[in-house]
């Protein structure tokens, strides 16, 4: 005769817990560290809507697409200068000091 034993609840959940609460907790340090314009600078940042800037600068860099680029603009308290033209698909590379807006458009900010 084979003997099985099967978990309690309370062995269940404390089994569930070991493996969540971890992963909870690195998700809410990282989400912590968003805010944090360090953070930010190391990371890269993509903007997807010019509303979510929290400025924009009235000197043009030029026209693209039929639409002035900004010279300048500002997120979470950091300047960012116009560098460049790029292709969609690199916001996929976005560096340290980046900060891309769509659909092409890539500024720097002081490092």
């Not at 890269?44 to 600068?57: F, K, P, T, Y």
């Not at 639409?67 to 300047?79: D, H, L, N, Q, R």
């Not at 698909?89 to 458009?105: K, T």
Request: charged share 20%.
């Amino acid at each position: 005769m084979v003997y099985i034993e099967i978990m309690n609840p309370i062995e269940a959940a404390l089994l569930v817990a070991a493996f969540v609460l971890p992963v909870h907790f690195l998700v809410q340090w990282q989400a912590a560290r968003v805010p944090d314009p360090r953070y930010l600078r190391e990371a890269g940042v993509v903007i997807r809507r010019v509303e979510a800037l929290d400025a924009v600068s009235e000197d043009h860099a030029g026209l693209w697409r039929g639409k002035y680029i900004p010279a300048s603009v500002v997120f979470m308290g950091m300047t960012y200068r116009f560098e460049r033209i790029v292709e969609p698909w690199h916001r996929a590379m976005i560096g340290r000091c980046e900060l891309y807006l769509e659909p092409g458009l890539l500024y720097l900010t002081e490092g």
